[in-house]
């Protein structure tokens, strides 16, 4: 089946540097991306929806020059998190269309210490 | 409303059947899901119905989804001590296609 590879599964980074977020599709070609960022014991909220070859389109709220998304290619699509805060810790997943749903990553624990 | 709404916690006993509800938004959905969450892991998309059927089972669990009132359910039969997680209702926004999640239910089951 349709699989994302998703990576790292956990980074601890200190406050200020910028940490970059890796999804894969590794027996499709994913045209479009989806970002969703969990907070501890909350639901899914999605933040952006990246296509190949074209800018990411931002939810409300959420801020562009913070969380920039890249999908250069029809395999892979990276979120970076620029100039991190302790606010910005969090659990952040990638999901990919595929057939009749959506194919999830694992998720990125990041910790800004 | 504008959310995907559920109840927020559930408990059980080992053995009994658990039933997860949701109220969904998008009566044009095509399809709406469910993923199980365990603690510190991602999505594991448990099932999922087509918005022309009003019943799927799979083994253990049975989806209800009554689409006059945009009403979905989850049923787990038998339900064990490993199906302790957190539970999502999903659907795809027919106008934009996104997936939008409900909160968010956590079973818990006693032994």
């Known amino acids: 089946g349709a699989v994302v590879s998703q990576h790292p599964s956990r980074v601890i980074c200190k406050s200020g540097t910028s940490v970059k977020i890796e999804c894969r599709s590794l027996d499709f070609q994913a045209t479009t991306m989806f970002w969703y960022r969990q907070f501890p014991k909350k639901s899914l909220m999605l933040m952006a929806t990246s296509n190949e070859g074209s800018k990411a389109t931002y939810e409300q709220g959420v801020e562009k020059d913070k969380f920039l998304i890249n999908h250069a290619s029809l395999t892979l699509s990276t979120l970076t998190v620029t100039s991190a805060h302790p606010e910005d810790s969090s659990f952040y997943i990638c999901?990919?269309?595929?057939?009749?749903?959506?194919?999830f990553g694992s998720g990125t624990r990041l910790t800004v210490v | 409303g504008e959310d995907v709404e559920q109840s927020l916690f559930l408990s059980v006993r080992e053995g009994d059947s658990s039933v997860i509800n949701c109220t969904y938004t998008?009566?044009?959905?095509?399809?709406l899901y469910w993923y199980k969450q365990e603690p510190g892991a991602g999505l594991q998309l448990l099932t999922y119905?087509?918005?022309?059927?009003d019943m799927k089972q799979d083994q253990r669990l049975t989806v209800l989804l009554n689409k006059k009132d945009k009403h979905l359910s989850l049923r787990i039969a038998d339900t064990q001590t490993g199906d302790s997680a957190i539970y999502f209702c999903?659907?795809?926004?027919?106008?934009?296609?996104?997936?939008?999640f409900g909160q968010g239910t956590t079973l818990q089951v006693k032994p």
């Open positions: 999901s990919a269309p595929t057939g009749y749903g959506y194919t």
């Open positions: 119905i087509f918005s022309n059927m």
């Open positions: 999903a659907e795809i926004r027919s106008n934009t296609g996104k997936l939008i």
């Open positions: 998008d009566s044009s959905s095509t399809y």
